[in-house]
């Protein structure tokens, strides 16, 4: 079966840094994604990592380890507007098909 | 502009009632997918489709059916059998060039009333 773990919730202050993990475990491997959802919308692509190491994006890095089955998505000078769900998603190798981790709720404070 | 558009945004089903949530993409993209979201959690896979009259079944595509009849067009079908059908629901589509990288269209709500 397909395994992703990511924590529920996070708070941070506005203008921070914060790390959201995921772990996973799957039957196969062919990417990591992450997407961004605000409530009542559709999750938006942020990053996609399929080798080892930190692929950054401005405010937003990701990293991979694979030996490890671990992720994390970094945010940097958080903003109120990042208050969201933020999803961890594997491409397993069944199709092109993404298993999703249930998400964490980020909240921004100021 | 290319896209996913779903229709309708917000949708009603009596009970014992079958409802089709239509999903089309100008993408020219190979692959599409349908997920559905309950509230606070993750995005679960009910069917997928890799190419043209072909699909197939996700993780809980138990009440639900698909055609691909055409590459641009993906509807869902929520049937009676289907016995909690309320929900945030979810169409994508993705290539090999783009990595396959899922490009969602803006959802569709269900509600049973």
């Known amino acids: 079966g397909q395994n992703i773990d990511q924590p529920t919730e996070m708070t941070a202050t506005e203008g921070a840094i914060v790390q959201i993990n995921c772990t996973y475990q799957?039957?196969?491997?062919?990417?990591l994604f992450w997407y961004q959802q605000h409530a009542g919308e559709a999750p938006t692509f942020l990053s996609y990592?399929?080798?080892?190491g930190l692929e950054e994006k401005g405010r937003f890095s990701s990293f991979l380890s694979r030996s490890k089955g671990y992720s994390y998505l970094l945010l940097k000078e958080l903003q109120m507007k990042d208050s969201a769900s933020y999803l961890c998603?594997?491409?397993?190798?069944?199709?092109?098909?993404?298993?999703f981790g249930k998400g964490t709720s980020l909240l921004v404070t100021p | 502009d290319g896209g996913i558009t779903q229709s309708p945004k917000y949708l009603f089903r009596k009970e014992g009632q079958n409802v089709t949530l239509s999903c089309e993409q100008n993408?020219?993209?190979?692959?599409m997918y349908w997920y559905r979201q309950d509230p606070g959690q993750g995005l679960r896979l009910i069917y997928y489709?890799?190419?043209?009259?072909?699909?197939q079944k996700g993780d809980i595509a138990e009440g639900y059916s698909v055609s691909r009849e055409k590459k641009e067009s993906f509807p869902l079908t929520v049937t009676s059998a289907q016995k909690n059908p309320t929900a945030f629901y979810l169409c994508?589509?993705?290539?090999?060039?783009?990595?396959?990288?899922?490009?969602f269209g803006e959802g569709s709500w269900l509600t049973v009333v």
């Open positions: 994508a589509s993705s290539n090999r060039d783009s990595l396959n990288t899922i490009y």
């Open positions: 799957t039957s196969g491997f062919n990417g």
């Open positions: 990592n399929v080798l080892d």
């Open positions: 998603a594997v491409n397993s190798n069944s199709g092109y098909a993404l298993n």
């Open positions: 993408l020219n993209h190979d692959a």
């Open positions: 489709s890799q190419i043209v009259n072909d699909f």
